[in-house]
T-cell receptor, first 109, second 114 residues
Framework: DQQVKQNSPSLSVQEGRISILNCDYT??????FLWYKKYPAEGPTFLIS?????DKNEDGRFTVFLNKSAKHLSLHIVPSQPGDSAVYFC????????FGAGTRLTVKP | NAGVTQTPKFRVLKTGQSMTLLCAQD?????MYWYRQDPGMGLRLIHY???????AKGEVPDGYNVSRLKKQNFLLGLESAAPSQTSVYFC?????????????FGSGTRLTVV
């Protein structure tokens, strides 16, 4: 059973615009949510996280929003840059981290 | 500062062969994990370890065994490889379990079983 779902396999945006990556989860026991970024031939790297007691966390161009009632979180990248082109994984943790299938973001110059 | 190192990076096995994937971390992390990544499936946890000498099963443990004889090393073994084990394998480590402690991942091992 996939407890963490990323329903969009790919997303393409223009440089300078906003990228919005979405993630849904089913287990209300998750207490932390994380986003990882992955380039080809490399391992995922931790990007940003949010606790379930918060609804927003910001780090530079990256902001994660959490809607607990909808069991939904999103990652906003503003402004998007070509170097942001990568696969982004959403993950949810409760001493057992579960990952979504990933969304491939392409930022066009 | 090497972080998490996986060896080998690539391997082709014949069905029924065995092999061991090595993961080494130099960050003194207590927790170590083995994941596999398959198209459309994301990363799925195979086995993990909460400290030296301990191991536990994850989501998809069948067909794999692990050992954590030293804190810095976590080995993943395939006793009799099957084509269904063709995947990219990632090792990760973390300072703690749970919370917003991001994992540090290795660069992966691409395994093909023919």
């Amino acid at each position: 059973d996939q407890q963490v779902k990323q329903n969009s396999p790919s997303l393409s945006v223009q440089e300078g615009r906003i990228s919005i990556l979405n993630c849904d989860y089913t287990n209300s026991m998750f207490d932390y949510f994380l986003w990882y970024k992955k380039y080809p031939a490399e391992g995922p790297t931790f990007l940003i996280s949010i606790s379930s007691i918060k609804d927003k966390n910001e780090d530079g161009r990256f902001t994660v929003f959490l809607n607990k009632s909808a069991k939904h979180l999103s990652l906003h990248i503003v402004p998007s840059q070509p170097g942001d082109s990568a696969v982004y994984f959403c993950a949810a943790d409760n001493n057992d981290m579960r990952f979504g299938a990933g969304t491939r973001l392409t930022v066009k110059p | 500062n090497a972080g998490v190192t996986q060896t080998p990076k690539f391997r082709v096995l014949k069905t029924g062969q065995s092999m061991t994937l090595l993961c080494a971390q130099d960050m003194n992390h207590e927790y170590m994990y083995w994941y596999r990544q398959d198209p459309g499936m994301g990363l799925r946890l195979i086995h993990y370890s909460v400290g030296e000498g301990t191991t536990a099963k994850g989501e998809v443990p069948d067909g794999y065994n692990v050992s954590r004889l030293k804190k810095q090393n976590f080995l993943l073994g395939l006793e009799s490889a099957a084509p269904s084990q063709t995947s990219v394998y990632f090792c990760a480590s973390s300072y703690a379990q749970g919370g917003d402690y991001g994992y540090t991942f290795g660069s992966g091992t691409r395994l093909t079983v023919v």
